[in-house]
Structure formats: C-alpha cells, structure tokens
C-alpha cells in the first residue's frame, strides 16, 4: 500500500469515527479530508470500497496491536487490562451511529469486521484463559472453549447500541465494567485478590 493511500485510509476513519458514516458522502469525504474527487476516486471505485478498505485496514491494525500486547509477556490479568485500555483508546471518540450504519448501509464492511474481530479475539481470549489457568489467576475447571464463546456473545451486546444507548452509556465505562464481570467470574481466589490489589492501586 502506498503512502497516499495509507494516509486517506487513515484520516477518512478519523472522519467517519467523528461524524458517523451514512452522512458522509464521497464529494463530503474529499472535501473533509481536503483533496480532490479525482484523487479519492484514483484508490476507491466508490464509497463501499472506500468503508470496507477502512474497515480491513482498523482489523489489521487491532490484530497488530493485540499481538503486539500479548508478545509482552505480562500475566493473563495484566493482559487483559491492557487490551481494555486498547480498546477503550480506540472508541473513545466513536460516533454512535458506527455500528448501526456498518451494519445496515454497508453489509459487506461489517461482515468484514465482525469476522476478523471474532477471530482475532477468539484467539486472544482463549490463550489469555490458557495462560490464567496455569498462573494459578483463573480457575482450574473453566471450560475454555464455553467460555471464551460466552465472552464473545457478552461483547457483541456490549457495541450493541440498544442495549447500551449513548445517551446514557458511557463505551468506555461499559468496556471496563465488562472486564471486571468477566474476570470476577473466572478468577481464582488468587486472581481475584490480584484484581482487587489493582483495584486498590488505581485508586490511591
């Protein structure tokens, strides 16, 4: 991928994380990005080419990052905290309507995107049980597979925009308090007296 293309890439999901996607049209974009039609049209055909690259280039770069976090060698508590923090970084600012206009206006995109997210946090979910159970953090007797399914499910409702509306639901908040839930319910005695330490920590 050339430079250009990287930087439209780049600055056309800082667009559509501000502003939503259904509102912007392709004459928007290049107006907001500040080049030409011409330019924009030289490295996509249309705007569903344009959100389903933008899209493909978001799962690339969590993938990177979700490895780059787990290559740190931190325990599987740890870990996890720091994958929120990633996560909560990345829709800190995200308009609302991302969800429901990926969804409904570009099937194609979304597709793309809750398929490399599922598998990329399959993956980082079950390695993180793997690695828990064997530092003594998590419970000997969770059922690996079960749970990192249930997890998966449990995340999906915490993007859904009816079950947590913006106007009274905080994403960041919500992610956080996900954590916690997931992690009190499989923690050892051990684990647990590590998440609260933090806890305590952060707060002092």
Same mark, same amino acid.
């Given at each position: #991928? %050339?430079?250009?293309?990287?930087?439209?890439?780049?600055?056309?999901?800082?667009?559509?994380?501000?502003?939503?996607?259904?509102? #912007?049209? #392709? %004459?928007?974009?290049?107006?907001?990005?500040?080049?030409?039609?011409?330019? =924009?049209?030289?490295?996509?055909?249309?705007?569903?080419?344009?959100?389903?690259?933008?899209?493909?280039?978001?799962?690339?770069?969590?993938?990177?990052?979700?490895?780059?976090?787990?290559?740190?060698?931190?325990?599987?508590?740890?870990?996890?905290?720091?994958?929120?923090?990633?996560?909560?970084?990345?829709?800190?600012? #995200?308009?609302?309507?991302?969800?429901?206009?990926?969804?409904?206006?570009?099937?194609?995109?979304?597709?793309?995107? +809750?398929?490399?997210?599922?598998?990329?946090?399959?993956?980082?979910?079950?390695?993180?049980?793997?690695?828990?159970?064997?530092?003594?953090?998590?419970?000997?007797? =969770? +059922?690996?597979?079960?749970?990192?399914?249930?997890?998966?499910?449990?995340?999906?409702?915490?993007?859904?925009?009816?079950?947590?509306?913006? %106007?009274?639901?905080?994403?960041?908040?919500?992610?956080?308090?996900?954590?916690?839930?997931?992690?009190?319910?499989?923690?050892?005695?051990?684990?647990?007296?590590?998440?609260?330490?933090?806890?305590?920590?952060?707060?002092?």
């Amino acid at each position: #991928m %050339d430079a250009k293309k990287r930087e439209l890439l780049e600055q056309a999901l800082k667009l559509f994380m501000r502003l939503g996607i259904k509102s #912007m049209t #392709m %004459d928007e974009v290049a107006t907001q990005l500040r080049v030409s039609k011409k330019t =924009l049209y030289e490295h996509f055909s249309d705007k569903n080419d344009l959100v389903e690259q933008v899209v493909s280039a978001v799962c690339g770069h969590h993938r990177s990052s979700i490895d780059a976090i787990c290559a740190k060698g931190l325990n599987a508590i740890e870990e996890h905290m720091e994958i929120t923090r990633f996560l909560v970084a990345q829709v800190g600012g #995200m308009h609302p309507s991302v969800q429901f206009d990926l969804q409904k206006y570009h099937p194609k995109a979304w597709a793309i995107m +809750d398929s490399c997210e599922k598998r990329v946090v399959h993956g980082c979910i079950s390695a993180n049980l793997t690695k828990g159970i064997k530092e003594g953090l998590y419970r000997e007797d =969770l +059922d690996v597979e079960v749970i990192t399914r249930l997890y998966l499910a449990r995340m999906d409702s915490t993007w859904d925009g009816q079950v947590f509306p913006a %106007d009274r639901f905080s994403m960041s908040d919500v992610l956080w308090k996900h954590l916690d839930y997931h992690i009190r319910g499989i923690a050892s005695r051990k684990g647990i007296a590590y998440l609260e330490k933090k806890a305590k920590n952060q707060q002092a």
